[in-house]
């Protein structure tokens, strides 16, 4: 018998010793991934349908702006989480793969495409391989353009009205309050966004002991 490598000495230890099926704990923590995956998913679409509502509803005339700059953020938040789950959901099934290549056998990476094509009777039921996690990744990305679309239809709402003013007159010293209350707004809100992805640690990474 071949010598076992350290991830099958590992495995057989975990089993043998505390009673613990590794291999199973994967398949645990890949279910454990998805889920969580479809409920952040249903939060984040919650959230933003009720923005998208209160931007079709609200009057807040001039400072209407707020509302699709906050759903561009929100949704640019949720278009990085869903990748974030989707990372870990495809690590714990590339760590059953690993187990699977060194245990030899095939169950998770079993390759079902051609049978399940040969068992489908009709084209328009057949089924596809389509991710459905990463067909959500594409809405999330398609609502963002959405929301910047918004964005610039109020920038030029403002611009049409005259209520955006950027020639600042030096030689009597006027200043247009409601531009500098909009750019600081944005200025707040979009610097707090970039600094916090900077600098709020949220790319994951296991630090060494």
């Not at 953020?73 to 495809?90: A, H, M």
């Not at 714990?92 to 690993?98: D, G, L, P, S």
């Not at 998770?108 to 328009?124: A, D, M, P």
Request: a positive charge; glycine letters at 4%; aromatic letters at 18%.
């Amino acid at each position: 018998m071949a010598e076992l490598s350290k991830l099958s000495k590992t495995y057989l230890k975990m089993k043998d010793d505390f009673g613990i099926n590794l291999y199973d704990k994967v398949l645990e923590l890949r279910k454990f991934e998805i889920e969580n995956f479809w409920k952040r998913t249903l939060f984040f679409w919650g959230t933003i349908a009720f923005i998208y509502a209160g931007f079709f509803s609200a009057k807040l005339n001039d400072y209407q702006i707020v509302i699709p700059l906050i759903g561009l953020l929100f949704n640019i938040i949720f278009s990085l989480s869903t990748r974030g789950s989707k990372y870990w959901q495809e690590h714990w099934e590339t760590i059953a793969v690993i187990y699977e290549n060194e245990l030899e056998f095939d169950l998770f990476k079993h390759e079902t495409r051609s049978l399940v094509k040969n068992n489908s009777k009709s084209v328009f039921t057949r089924p596809y391989r389509f991710s459905v996690s990463k067909l959500t990744m594409l809405l999330s990305d398609l609502s963002v353009f959405l929301w910047l679309i918004l964005w610039f239809q109020q920038v030029l709402i403002l611009f049409e009205e005259k209520k955006l003013k950027f020639n600042f007159c030096a030689e009597n010293a006027t200043i247009h309050w409601f531009t500098v209350g909009i750019i600081t707004i944005h200025i707040l809100l979009i610097g707090y966004f970039i600094i916090f992805i900077k600098n709020g640690d949220v790319y994951h990474k296991f630090k060494s002991e």
